[in-house]
């Protein structure tokens, strides 16, 4: 009686699991318009930029003239302010980061 319980609850779990696995939605970021971002900020503002680990990093000479909710709204994401740097990424993956990093950076330098 014993093992039949084991048994029980043993399928139990595993079926639980299976349908967690196969039906639930997996989180995804809203992937982002690289181009948008040149709209959110005004070069003349960002006195450096750099790619650290995956998050952009954006010093300004004017932190109060970035307008943080549309960076938000344009799906920015895990954004931190720190004094005059501002740091945030576009998606989970490196590759799409870098992207965005090279076209703002494009954006900069023009």
């Known amino acids: 009686m014993d093992n039949v319980l084991i048994y029980i609850i043993a399928g139990a779990v595993v079926a639980a699991i299976i349908f967690l696995f196969l039906f639930t939605k997996r989180k995804t970021h809203k992937k982002i318009n690289v181009s948008i971002l040149n709209d959110v900020f005004d070069k003349s ?9 995956n998050k952009i990093v954006m010093t300004f000479h004017n932190i109060e003239k ?18 005059d740097k501002v740091k945030f990424y576009v998606s989970s993956k490196k590759e799409e980061n870098q ?8 954006y900069i330098e023009r």
């Not at 970035?66 to 004094?83: C, M, N, P, R, T």
């Not at 992207?99 to 494009?106: F, V």
């Open 99 to 106: 992207k965005a990093y090279q076209a703002l950076k494009e």
């Open 66 to 83: 970035v307008e943080f909710e549309d960076l938000k709204k344009y799906g920015a994401q895990g954004i931190s302010i720190v004094g």
């Open 45 to 53: 503002n960002i006195s450096s930029l750099e790619f650290v680990r």
